[in-house]
Nanobody, 123 residues
Framework: QVQLVESGGGLVQPGGSLRLSCAASGTIATIYAMGWYRRAPGKQRELVATLTSGGSTNYADSVKGRFIISRDSTKNTAYLQMNSLKPEDTAVYYC?????????????????WGQGTQVTVSS
């Protein structure tokens, strides 16, 4: 069973920085990609950033130049460094992973999601 646990959310002032962490656990054979989504109040879920095992990244236009996604392969952990935060960045942030893992005694590829962590940008 694969689990993703996010941490690092909280309250931060506009212009400040915050780093989110996502630790993946379970019998994982391969991680093809990890990423972050967010859902702001009254809005649809949107892609924030993704990182493939090959090192390619993808960012939403609204966060380019401010957010950086990275990964520590030895720990199966992804990070989202958020700089120059704005009030409109306030949302619940979700970690996701595309992995091959042991599922019901079979190695299968699938997507997994974390529970989410709240980020609030306010004075």
């Amino acid at each position: 069973q694969v689990q993703l646990v996010e941490s690092g959310g909280g309250l931060v002032q506009p212009g400040g920085s915050l780093r989110l962490s996502c630790a993946a656990s379970g019998t994982i054979a391969t991680i093809y990609a990890m990423g972050w989504y967010r859902r702001a109040p009254g809005k649809q879920r949107e892609l924030v950033a993704t990182l493939t095992s090959g090192g390619s990244t993808n960012y939403a236009d609204s966060v380019k130049g401010r957010f950086i996604i990275s990964r520590d392969s030895t720990k199966n952990t992804a990070y989202l460094q958020m700089n120059s935060l704005k009030p409109e960045d306030t949302a619940v942030y979700y970690c996701t992973a595309d992995v091959v893992a042991l599922t019901r005694a079979i190695l299968l590829r699938g997507d997994y999601w974390g529970q989410g962590t709240q980020v609030t940008v306010s004075s």
